[in-house]
């Protein structure tokens, strides 16, 4: 089914993205396990792209810093004495020693630990030992730490080793419209966990590219193939969703929720989680029996109503689909992002130094406060943390889990990765709910060819 008639089935309160015309891709084998790939693909896109690294409320006050990688390099972000926040690549200028190893921490100054060589945070260069000793002169006044592109928005730290990019604002296109009503940045967070995967980073951001995979991958076990039986609490068909692409090259899924169709057996009767959301906003699952095609605009007036004086301010903002599907978002290159009315869950994959056929994998969740994790949130996301600010939990695949449904979806990965090799792999067949897939590789493309500006 094309794109335009499957939006015909949707709601007209959806707000408009741009649609692009999407050329079709083979997604060859060896883009995901090439050194030669990978090594473009650093050169033309990793380091010419905005990417999500750091949370603001992780640096509260002046001096303090959050360190990051993604691929060979080391970010670090710190504090200023204006409030504003500065990246630098984390790398002293004497001879290239990193001067931190910690994921974050506080400094009056960064002091180096090979030579002692102390950099503000500033960047500039307070000390170094011995200084008449320099034949080029006192490096301190003359040397300063490699300053990065660096903004934030919706409480996260994004930076840009591109010296040339464009602002944040313009590389998010509509995304930002979309989220700046959230106020996200007051969200606290309920889950870190990062994992190295053992596939190409672009296994995991093909997959959350797209939703065909989700009745199989997702399906309760022991249930058949089948339209509309998994726990999301969202109609996950494809008739029903709607896909945007904007032109940036962010991808946009919104699946409608608080509808009890995925929800509803035989007997007419909500489920959950759907019940459990419909209790939680005052609403009995009964009076819903064999019209569950009510609940989903039944919600949107209950939350409408009731949650401003649930501390929900933000709902009045909102439109009426906001308060009820799920939107997908995958931002070029490798962030993707369910926002839900009270959660904003994201998954990201950044390249490993070294390997192709390896990546760091980031499963995070953010949730209002006070309102918190509802159980509701709790059951989609398989969350067991009640506290709000978690610590970082770092892992080896398999050692712990990355919540149910990522663990689902990680359990295909390896074989898939795996399979690419094969030469007995000609590229890939894709279903047109598979759009945006061949998008994110016809961008990478773009971006080696340098189509893309
Ligand atoms: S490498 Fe940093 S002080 Fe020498
Ligand atoms: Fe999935």
Same mark, same amino acid.
């Given at each position: 089914?094309?794109?335009?008639?499957?939006?015909?089935?949707?709601?007209?309160?959806?707000?408009?993205? =741009?649609?692009?015309?999407?050329?079709?891709?083979?997604?060859?084998?060896?883009?995901?396990?090439?050194?030669?790939?990978?090594?473009?693909?650093?050169?033309?896109?990793?380091?010419?792209?905005?990417?999500?690294?750091?949370?603001?409320?992780?640096?509260?006050?002046?001096?303090?810093?959050?360190?990051?990688?993604?691929?060979?390099?080391?970010?670090?972000?710190?504090?200023?004495?204006?409030?504003?926040?500065?990246?630098?690549?984390?790398?002293?200028?004497?001879?290239?020693?990193?001067?931190?190893?910690?994921?974050?921490?506080?400094?009056?100054?960064?002091?180096?630990?090979?030579?002692?060589?102390?950099?503000?945070?500033?960047?500039?260069?307070?000390?170094?030992?011995?200084?008449?000793?320099?034949?080029?002169?006192?490096?301190?006044?003359?040397?300063?730490?490699?300053?990065? +592109?660096?903004?934030?928005?919706?409480?996260?730290?994004?930076?840009?080793?591109?010296?040339?990019?464009?602002?944040?604002?313009?590389?998010?296109?509509?995304?930002?419209?979309?989220?700046?009503? $959230?106020?996200?940045?007051?969200?606290?967070?309920?889950? +870190?966990?990062?994992?190295?995967?053992?596939?190409?980073?672009?296994?995991?951001?093909?997959?959350?590219?797209?939703?065909?995979?989700?009745?199989?991958?997702?399906?309760?076990?022991?249930?058949?193939?089948?339209?509309?039986?998994?726990?999301?609490?969202?109609?996950?068909?494809?008739?029903?969703?709607?896909?945007?692409?904007?032109?940036?090259?962010?991808?946009?899924?919104?699946?409608?929720?608080?509808?009890?169709? =995925?929800?509803?057996?035989?007997?007419?009767?909500?489920?959950? =989680?759907?019940?459990?959301?419909?209790?939680?906003?005052?609403?009995?699952?009964?009076?819903?029996?064999?019209?569950?095609?009510?609940?989903?605009?039944?919600?949107?007036?209950?939350?409408?109503?009731?949650? &401003?004086?649930?501390? $929900?301010?933000?709902?009045?903002?909102?439109?009426?689909?906001?308060?009820?599907?799920?939107?997908?978002?995958?931002?070029?290159?490798?962030? +993707?992002?369910?926002?839900?009315?009270?959660?904003?869950?994201?998954?990201?994959?950044? =390249?490993?130094?070294?390997?192709?056929?390896?990546?760091?994998?980031?499963?995070?969740?953010?949730?209002?406060? &006070?309102?918190?994790?509802?159980?509701?949130?709790?059951?989609? +996301?398989?969350?067991?943390?009640?506290?709000?600010?978690?610590?970082?939990?770092?892992?080896?695949?398999?050692?712990?889990?990355?919540?149910?449904?990522?663990?689902?979806?990680?359990?295909?990965? &390896?074989?898939?990765?795996?399979?690419?090799?094969?030469?007995?792999?000609?590229?890939?067949?894709?279903?047109?709910?598979?759009?945006?897939?061949?998008?994110?590789?016809?961008?990478?493309?773009?971006?080696?060819?340098?189509?893309?500006?």
């Amino acid at each position: 089914m094309a794109e335009q008639e499957i939006h015909k089935n949707l709601p007209s309160d959806l707000p408009d993205w =741009p649609q692009q015309s999407v050329r079709a891709h083979k997604l060859e084998g060896d883009r995901y396990s090439s050194h030669e790939f990978a090594e473009q693909e650093w050169e033309h896109v990793w380091t010419k792209v905005w990417l999500l690294l750091g949370r603001e409320d992780e640096l509260p006050n002046p001096g303090d810093w959050q360190q990051e990688e993604v691929g060979r390099e080391s970010i670090l972000m710190v504090r200023q004495k204006d409030g504003s926040i500065k990246a630098f690549y984390n790398v002293c200028q004497h001879r290239g020693h990193r001067l931190v190893s910690d994921d974050k921490g506080h400094v009056r100054r960064f002091i180096c630990p090979y030579h002692s060589w102390a950099w503000n945070p500033d960047g500039t260069l307070d000390f170094v030992q011995d200084p008449d000793d320099f034949p080029d002169g006192n490096p301190c006044g003359k040397l300063l730490l490699e300053e990065i +592109a660096c903004e934030t928005f919706a409480g996260f730290i994004w930076i840009n080793m591109d010296s040339d990019c464009v602002s944040l604002r313009e590389y998010l296109g509509p995304v930002w419209g979309d989220w700046e009503v $959230y106020g996200v940045e007051n969200w606290k967070r309920y889950v +870190a966990k990062t994992t190295v995967a053992p596939v190409n980073w672009k296994v995991v951001m093909d997959n959350f590219n797209e939703s065909y995979h989700v009745n199989t991958v997702h399906r309760p076990k022991g249930a058949e193939v089948e339209k509309l039986r998994i726990h999301s609490g969202v109609d996950t068909s494809h008739t029903t969703s709607r896909f945007d692409m904007a032109d940036e090259g962010h991808g946009r899924m919104i699946m409608l929720g608080g509808y009890a169709g =995925p929800a509803i057996d035989k007997t007419g009767v909500v489920g959950e =989680p759907l019940a459990g959301i419909l209790r939680e906003w005052d609403l009995d699952p009964a009076d819903f029996t064999g019209r569950g095609e009510a609940t989903r605009e039944a919600l949107q007036q209950a939350r409408r109503k009731l949650g &401003p004086g649930r501390g $929900y301010d933000y709902f009045e903002k909102l439109n009426d689909s906001q308060l009820t599907d799920a939107y997908h978002y995958t931002l070029f290159p490798n962030f +993707a992002v369910s926002l839900w009315v009270d959660g904003f869950h994201f998954l990201r994959a950044r =390249p490993h130094p070294t390997d192709p056929e390896k990546c760091l994998f980031d499963n995070w969740w953010y949730a209002p406060d &006070p309102g918190g994790v509802t159980d509701a949130a709790r059951t989609t +996301a398989g969350l067991v943390e009640r506290d709000a600010v978690v610590e970082h939990e770092i892992f080896e695949p398999g050692e712990a889990s990355m919540g149910l449904t990522i663990d689902q979806d990680m359990s295909i990965f &390896p074989a898939q990765q795996k399979g690419m090799r094969s030469r007995g792999y000609k590229g890939a067949y894709l279903a047109g709910q598979e759009s945006r897939v061949s998008r994110l590789h016809a961008l990478i493309d773009d971006y080696i060819a340098g189509r893309h500006s």
